[in-house]
């Protein structure tokens, strides 16, 4: 089946390849940057040769002149074109994207293995063709906006393609966040269950259409939060909000070893810590990390003997109080200890909002809850996948040598071995190469926003082979909310214009200037309250 529309605008011309070619074009009418072409080629599609529709995009467009030169002045240039002299050429640099065969209602994308011919028509593609390239079935497609240049053309990613995780990655202001909500809001309508690691409030308001009524899966929502947070926003503002607390007394000696940071190698000090659990677990009734570190303070004023009876001496005791203050500092601690199970759910979002804390209670919060779903996953006690985002990925798995998190490390092995048993990583982040790149190479598809530093953009760059140098040039020139996707998620690489939310934005800028009229507008409003009290005699002079 042809595609051919009658737009044509220009002919191949010079040399051609398989992957590119270059066309001369009107003046008056050449395709502009980014857009679509489709030219006739012949290709082997099951050992016969046959006629396809060979789509590609415009990677730069061209405009010379054989008369006017740089070398002239304004006076020479000025008599030409009043000579009526003004031959211009226009040429543009397309890039091959590939070709559709369809076999048993399955549409595949391959790349030429002939050259396209010169002197062949160069058409603008048609939106139906587009639609074939671009857009996934209902069941397996989630709409995440349409082409930058083809508003008409809307644009489905897969959802099988979340196997081998996402990054979606921008510098600030960009949209990244935005663009997560609008994945968030695909996949729930999808039945998905979505846990979202949420540092700064971004997605508290899933919730809420942007005209603050309800969404209508807002029941399906649910907002946990630690009483120890101080919250961007209060609590009754949003909607389904839940504590998320950890019973101290809940925690493994193991754990708390590693919470506390104490090394495998000091065993004197984990010999401490074992005891003193120990002993207060046979007391009877809860405990915190307040009772273990005073515990330990006691036992710093026992004697010698005393202490090898217990078969622990009096430096590990000392030593380890520095270790249990670690302890104190974390903010997370509660009277129960939320399970797993409460969080997991068909057909549910929980957003872990870590507002307010400080990075190691985010970061420890973090880590519980991604290791306790990849425990649930693995031990079947959860049958169905789990979309994890988490946003400012690079607080939590900095590259190696810059520091160690607790996140990191389950982190790295859900990125490595969560697809097998259903966990699915989005990493969303404004600083790609702050990003362990273990954790960050295994995303196979990136969702890649407007980013000008040099150094997250080689960073994207070694992260995946599918980025091309044609498009690490092109970022820099994308405007806020438009994004290049490549990967699993996608059939070709292809350029978007993410669509609206339908819910609100939790984590939006400030609006200053709006901020600062207000006050304005209080602060004249009591300057004129306090002339008329004054002017009534209400007021004493001052």
Not at 61 to 85: Q, W, Y
Not at 256 to 278: D, M, T
Not at 286 to 294: E, F, G, P, S, V
């Amino acid at each position: 089946m042809s595609y051919i529309h009658e737009e044509e605008v220009g002919r191949i011309v010079g040399e051609a390849t398989s992957t590119q070619f270059i066309f001369v074009s009107n003046r008056d009418r050449y395709p502009p940057k980014y857009e679509y072409l489709v030219v006739k080629s012949r290709e082997y599609v099951d050992g016969v040769l046959r006629d396809v529709d060979v789509l590609a995009q415009v990677q730069k467009i061209v405009t010379r002149s054989p008369v006017l030169s740089e070398n002239m002045d304004v006076k020479t240039v000025e008599l030409i074109l009043n000579a009526g002299i003004d031959e211009v050429n226009v040429l543009g640099y397309a890039r091959i994207l590939g070709y559709i065969v369809e076999k048993n209602g399955r549409k595949k994308i391959y790349m030429p293995r002939r050259a396209v011919i010169p002197g062949n028509k160069v058409y603008i593609a048609p939106t139906n063709l587009l639609k074939k390239f671009f857009s996934f079935d209902e069941e397996e497609g989630l709409y995440i906006g349409n082409l930058i240049l083809r508003q008409d053309v809307p644009v489905y990613i897969s959802v099988n393609g979340f196997r081998r995780h996402l990054a979606i990655l921008a510098q600030t202001g960009a949209g990244k966040s935005y663009t997560a909500g609008v994945l968030m809001e695909e996949l729930l309508k999808k039945c998905a269950t979505i846990v979202a690691i949420d540092p700064h409030s971004d997605y508290v308001f899933l919730s809420r259409k942007r005209d603050n009524t309800r969404f209508e899966l807002w029941d399906k929502i649910t907002v946990y939060r630690n009483p120890n947070s101080t919250g961007r926003y209060s609590v009754d503002e949003l909607d389904n909000v839940k504590p998320y607390t950890i019973k101290f007394s809940d925690l493994g000696y193991d754990e708390i070893c590693n919470i506390a940071g104490i090394p495998e190698k000091f065993s004197n000090i984990r010999q401490v810590i074992r005891v003193a659990l120990e002993e207060l677990k046979n007391s009877g009734g809860d405990y915190d990390a307040r009772d273990l570190y005073k515990l330990i303070e006691k036992y710093s004023r026992y004697d010698r003997e005393a202490l090898k009876s217990m078969k622990i001496n009096i430096d590990a005791v000392i030593r380890s109080l520095k270790y249990i203050e670690r302890l104190l500092r974390l903010k997370v601690f509660g009277d129960r200890s939320v399970d797993i199970m409460e969080i997991l759910k068909p057909c549910h979002l929980a957003d872990i909002d870590l507002s307010g804390l400080d990075d190691k209670s985010m970061d420890y919060i973090a880590s519980r809850i991604l290791r306790d779903i990849y425990i649930a996953l693995r031990n079947g006690e959860f049958k169905h996948p789990v979309f994890i985002f988490i946003e400012e990925a690079h607080k939590f798995i900095p590259p190696k040598g810059v520091g160690k998190t607790y996140s990191k490390d389950i982190i790295n092995t859900l990125a490595a071995e969560g697809r097998k048993f259903g966990a699915f990583l989005i990493l969303i982040s404004q600083r790609p190469c702050k990003i362990d790149s273990d954790s960050l190479s295994q995303c196979n598809s990136q969702i890649i926003m407007k980013m000008t530093n040099p150094q997250d953009q080689n960073a994207v760059r070694e992260s995946s082979e599918r980025v091309s140098e044609d498009l690490i040039s092109d970022l820099p020139g994308l405007n806020p909310g438009e994004a290049i996707i490549v990967g699993e998620v996608t059939r070709i690489p292809v350029m978007v214009k993410v669509r609206e939310r339908i819910t609100r934005e939790g984590g939006a800028d400030i609006d200053v200037v709006n901020a600062l009229k207000q006050i304005r507008e209080k602060a004249s409003l009591e300057t004129m309250e306090y002339r008329v009290a004054r002017k009534r005699g209400i007021w004493s002079e001052i």
